[in-house]
């Protein structure tokens, strides 16, 4: 069993600034992968960022040099720091996670989890 967990979603103004995380816990062996998405009403899901194990990261065009994503590898979470938001960046905002587990001595490889999203509304 796996949960991940997000957090910091909020009301703020246009041009304001928030920071989600997202916390995974459970019979985790090792994380791979980890990212964010959302979805804006009457849209569907889009992929915002990812950051590897390594520590790389990529980006939506749409966020790019705005938001950044980072991760405590120790605490198993993931970040992603919103600056200068705009209205369209509206939206439930989701956490993905590419995770190892092990559980009663089985080790299972591939398997994403998600998070139950963190809504974000910027609006004046």
């Known amino acids: 069993q796996v949960q991940l967990v997000e957090s910091g979603g909020g009301l703020v103004q246009p041009g304001g600034s928030l920071r989600l995380s997202c916390a995974a816990s459970?019979?985790?062996?090792?994380?791979?992968?980890m990212g964010w998405y959302r979805q804006a009403p009457g849209k569907e899901r889009e992929w915002v960022a990812a950051?590897?194990?390594?520590?790389?990261?990529n980006y939506a065009d749409f966020v790019k040099g705005r938001f950044t994503i980072s991760r405590d590898l120790a605490k198993n979470t993931v970040y992603l720091q919103m600056n200068s938001l705009e209205p369209e960046d509206t939206a439930v905002y989701y956490c993905k996670a590419d995770i190892t587990t092990l559980e009663d001595g089985v080790i299972k490889t591939g398997t994403s989890y998600w998070g139950k999203g963190a809504l974000v509304t910027v609006s004046s």
């Open positions: 459970g019979s985790i062996f090792s994380i791979n992968a």
């Open positions: 950051i590897t194990s390594g520590g790389s990261t």
